[in-house]
């Protein structure tokens, strides 16, 4: 069977399953009825068949299907839906400048591509933008008329925004291929290209403005799901105890391409970053063309690999609430320092207030099967002075260790929970003295 090829027709998201080497004229005319697209020398030496192909102008008669995974194509029906082709109609209409109107489709939508380059283009101008597609009744100078007439008018978008299916740079673009295709979100590839599948269909997520911003508003740090690690560590407005955390993992190369919202997605209890996300008590921000869900990233964990996240949606950023993050305790435990994945990890952060514990928290990964964070247990300490908190550190330490049931991996239960009580009395002496 052959490979479909799917790309956006019009704003449709199509998918062709025939020869790929056919002509994108003869398949915009034959199999999807689109014979606005004229078919004239098949040589690329009239423009009939003109029409816009990821924002630029090209002959159909010479764009084989094969090459068109993930492009966006605009035919004149499609530009016939836009303000832009209405300025251009009108002027072409008041110059006469449409005879038997073989050449007008291509004709448009040269003058289209041109006016996107060129924002008052003079006579000579005009002539070598149209200058391949040929009128042989009209003649050009009632179109350069209509084209310098069109110019005139401001402010108008003459092409449609486009952009490749795959490489979306736009999260509404981004949205449509994750609805209408199966296709893998895709950020740094870190995770994904360890088992690279043959013939995925990848959702190239890093040029999504949203998702490659760090931003702040009065509640939250909001990190861009594509926002490499190397990107956490270098900004001003990422909290120390996330930065170390980043520092943490692998080495420079994976890190320069790995991000926050890759490790959050992959799901696995062993992610670093995620384990801090998850102790900052951090959201995520989902989005789809149904609209925007806010989650708990506690919430979002389901099990093991298993994710509150549907087929149709999208990590698009994580909000870090703002809070004092400045006492802190982290400690990944591998088998070496670099490219180590956890063997055990935690982190616990404090917050004092008027001499009162006034926010606690720990977190464990690598541990179960989704990252622990033991809200109710920790909240013990909440409201208590340093003297209280030491005289109650018996019966936290107890309710942890009743709490803490790891699972079986490279190393033993018990290995597990003995690191994980020590981790966790090594930060209550460094916290609490
Ligand atoms: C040699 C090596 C060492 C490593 N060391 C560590 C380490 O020390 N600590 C650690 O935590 N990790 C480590 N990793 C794993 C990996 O680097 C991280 O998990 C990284 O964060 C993945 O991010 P990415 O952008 O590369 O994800 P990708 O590989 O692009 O994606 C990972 C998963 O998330 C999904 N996804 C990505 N973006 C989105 C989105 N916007 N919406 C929905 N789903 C999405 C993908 O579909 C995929 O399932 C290591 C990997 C390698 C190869
Ligand atoms: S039919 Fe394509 S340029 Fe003539
Ligand atoms: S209007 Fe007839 S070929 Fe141009």
Redesign the pocket.
């Known amino acids: 069977m052959r490979p479909s090829i799917i790309f956006n027709l019009n704003n449709n998201i199509t998918e062709y399953t025939g020869d790929p080497s056919n002509r994108l004229l003869d398949v915009l005319r034959l199999v999807y009825q689109l014979t606005g697209t004229k078919c004239g020398c098949k040589e690329g030496e009239c423009g009939a068949c003109s029409v816009i192909l990821d924002g630029k102008l090209v002959n159909s008669c010479l764009v084989a299907m094969g090459s068109l995974a993930g492009a966006h194509v605009i035919t004149i029906e499609g530009y016939a839906t836009t303000e832009a082709f209405q300025v251009l109609s009108d002027a072409y209409k008041e110059e006469s400048a449409v005879q038997c109107g073989y050449c007008i489709p291509g004709m448009v939508l040269a003058s289209a591509c041109l006016l996107a380059s060129c924002q008052q283009p003079d006579e000579a101008q005009i002539r070598r933008g149209i200058a391949g597609n040929l009128c042989r009744c009209t003649g050009y100078n009632s179109i350069v008329r209509a084209v310098s007439n069109a110019s005139k008018q401001e402010q108008i978008n003459w092409i449609p925004s486009t952009s490749n299916l795959y490489v979306p740079t736009s999260l509404d673009s981004a949205m449509q291929t994750r609805a209408y295709t199966t296709c893998?979100?895709?950020?740094?590839?870190?995770?994904?290209?360890?088992e690279a599948r043959r013939d995925a269909n990848y959702l190239f997520?890093n040029q999504v403005p949203e998702?490659r911003e760090i931003v702040e508003d009065s509640k939250y740090i909001r990190i861009g799901?594509?926002v490499?690690?190397t990107e956490l560590i270098d900004h001003a407005l990422i909290p120390q105890i996330v930065k170390d955390a980043c520092l943490?993992?692998?080495?420079p190369a994976?890190r320069n391409?790995?991000?926050?919202?890759?490790?959050?997605?992959?799901?696995?209890a062993?992610?670093?970053?995620?384990l801090i996300c998850m102790l900052l008590d951090a959201e995520l921000r989902l989005e789809s063309i149904r609209g925007r869900r806010d989650i708990m990233l506690r919430d979002f964990y389901r099990g093991n690999k298993r994710l509150d996240?549907a087929t149709d949606?999208?990590?698009?950023e994580i909000l870090i609430p703002k809070r004092n993050f400045d006492t802190y305790y982290h400690k990944?435990v591998?088998a070496r320092n670099a490219?180590?994945?956890?063997r055990t990890s935690f982190a616990a952060v404090i917050e004092w207030k008027d001499g009162r514990i006034h926010h606690f928290a720990t977190a464990f990964g690598a541990v179960s099967e989704v990252i622990l964070r033991p809200y109710e247990i920790d909240a013990l300490f909440v409201g208590h002075t340093k003297e209280e908190a030491q005289e109650m550190r018996l019966k936290y330490m107890t309710a942890m260790y009743a709490y803490i049931q790891p699972i079986r991996g490279r190393v033993s239960e018990q290995y597990r929970k003995d690191v994980c009580m020590n981790l966790l009395s090594d930060a209550l002496d460094v916290f609490l003295g």
């Not at 062993?270 to 995620?274: E, Y």
């Not at 949606?313 to 698009?316: G, P, S, Y």
């Open positions: 893998i979100p895709y950020t740094g590839g870190t995770d994904l290209m360890v997520l998702m799901a594509a490499t690690f943490e993992i692998a080495a994976i391409a790995g991000t926050l919202g890759g490790n959050i997605g992959n799901g696995s062993k992610a670093d970053a995620a996240l949606e999208l990590i698009v990944k591998g490219l180590a994945i956890a």
